[in-house]
């Protein structure tokens, strides 16, 4: 019986893996996309649509009812407006500019070896009882440097367990779990929050041109979240995973864990001291009354240090990672870290060509008014259906986790989904930081089972380390439990933290 689940388990993966791969390439989606809004915006402007609502004029900067009809881009106007606002387009997309500013740091300290260094020493210096709570949080913490725990983490995680003579399967499944299921939860920033944040804008500004929001604008639910993704991750994995994975013997094709060197301890050391002065510096011109990066008034939230999150996001990365290299002689001269800097941009060549056509998308589906339409019509009848407030956040949770098993990349997805469901929210009175923490609970608790997340080959080679016969279909399976049993406390966690009403960053309101 047992075995016949898991056969059938198999066929619907292989269905999904099949249908999936078909799938064209999102550059290619998104000029379908484009496509679709070109002959859509014709076909209502020569319908006469229109839509009322209560919004904000901006010219007046009141309240006021307005109506909004399609623009059309096939008439002369709408022509002119496609072909001559190409490039500005995509050097204005709000996404752009702030990932690469912060790769520009993340990507050196990744390339010298200094997050891979950290991790090491954590892991390897957890007392036996806490690694897998440590193995699960070094896991989320990696997602502020992109891609990098999916390579590092993940096989680091199957190699403390073995060293503890404890299952490598159940060590990976720990470390993916917080590498990708935990990937919208974090004690700090990462790369992935301005460029979320930049896309939300982009949507929240079909109906409000002023409405910003700020890559902060999740982290207190981010950061109350990691603990909830550890406690979660620990108990599945201790009571769940490696009970029914047995024991294991190793063979000649496991590895013993790497020791950092004399020089990488000095190194690390001198990085982490590096960081503190970093932070003392930023401190102190915040923190005191009259501090040059306050705002009017004192103010924190409104000030230029707020202004400044990412080039400062930038330098706790980029300093510890050259003082790492030089250290540790990875870093020679002032060649060595310019030539790391541009090394760190040539991994974003995808997401830069990837931005090119979504920024066409998002620029057009706005010109067109098409957002504003679909919104006040979309919320109108949620609005006669009753559906609204918490009900309606976990309904775009379970659409959001269902697309993610066929469309893995996150940005994609959402540059997709936010102007749609942004403007339409913000009608039925949801903030956008709210709708955007809503998605990625969805998009986080499903990368662990979509065989089309594009690191998962790359998770299924370090399981076949461990036996040449396990599959997509082996570590789905070892997964499917983290995945519905976060999925499910998440969703839970996340309805209970929307109606006692805390703001789910600084100075965020949870209402529009």
């Known amino acids: 019986m047992r075995q016949a689940k898991r056969s059938l388990s198999s066929r619907v993966l292989q269905f999904i893996e099949e249908k999936g791969n078909k799938l064209p390439h999102p550059v290619t989606i998104f000029l379908i996309f484009t496509f679709i809004v070109i002959i859509s915006s014709h076909l209502l402007y020569l319908n006469g649509t229109s839509v009322q609502f209560e919004g904000v004029n901006n010219d007046t900067g009141q309240i006021e009812t307005l109506t909004v009809s399609a623009i059309s881009l096939l008439v002369p106007e709408g022509l002119a407006y496609m072909f001559s606002n190409v490039v500005t387009n995509f050097t204005s997309f709000v996404a752009l500019g702030p990932v690469l500013v912060a790769m520009l740091g993340v990507g050196v300290a990744e390339k010298t070896g200094y997050i891979s260094a950290v991790m090491t020493n954590t892991v390897t210096k957890a007392p036996k009882r806490l690694v897998t709570p440590i193995v699960v949080l070094m896991g989320v913490l990696s997602n502020v440097a992109a891609s990098v725990g999916y390579v590092v983490l993940v096989p680091l995680g199957a190699i403390i367990f073995l060293g503890f003579k404890r299952h490598p399967l159940a060590g990976l499944s720990a470390a993916f779990t917080g590498v990708a299921g935990g990937y919208s939860a974090n004690l700090f920033l990462g790369t992935n929050d301005p460029l979320l944040s930049g896309i939300s804008t982009e949507a929240a500004q079909i109906l409000n041109t002023d409405y910003l929001v700020n890559p902060t604008d999740n ?262 439990s983290h995945s519905i049993i976060l999925l499910i406390s998440w969703t839970v966690f996340f309805a209970l933290w929307y109606l006692f009403g805390i703001p789910v960053g600084p100075g965020t309101s949870l209402t529009y």
Do not use: C
């Open 219 to 480: 982290w207190f639910f981010m950061f109350a979240s990691t603990f909830l993704v550890v406690i979660l991750g620990t108990i599945i994995t201790d009571k769940v995973i490696e009970p029914r994975l047995g024991s294991y013997e190793a063979n000649d094709a496991t590895n013993d864990l790497h020791e950092l060197t004399k020089r990488e301890k000095r190194g690390l050391r001198f990085a982490n001291l590096s960081i503190v002065l970093t932070i003392v510096a930023i401190a102190l011109l915040v923190l005191p009354e009259n501090g040059v990066l306050r705002g009017e008034g004192g103010s924190i939230m409104t000030s230029p240090f707020m202004s400044s999150i990412i080039f400062f996001m930038m330098l706790v990365f980029l300093i510890p990672g050259i003082v790492y290299g030089i250290v540790t002689r990875k870093v020679k001269n002032d060649k060595d870290i310019a030539n790391l800097m541009a090394s760190s941009l040539e991994t974003m060549a995808g997401f830069i060509v990837l931005i090119f056509f979504a920024a066409q998308f998002v620029a057009l589906f706005n010109y067109t008014n098409l957002g504003t339409i679909i919104a006040v019509k979309g919320a109108e009848f949620l609005q006669a259906i009753h559906l609204d407030g918490a009900p309606l956040l976990v309904g775009l949770i379970m659409v959001t986790a269902l697309i993610n098993l066929f469309i893995a990349a996150d940005s994609a997805k959402w540059a997709i989904m936010a102007p749609v469901f942004v403007p339409m929210f913000m009608q039925m009175g949801i903030a956008p930081e709210v709708t955007q923490i809503a998605y990625r609970v969805g998009d986080s608790t499903t990368n662990i089972i979509s065989p089309l997340m594009p690191f998962f080959p790359l998770v299924v080679a370090f399981a076949q380390k461990y036996g040449k016969e396990n599959g997509v279909g082996t570590v789905v399976s070892l997964m499917l």
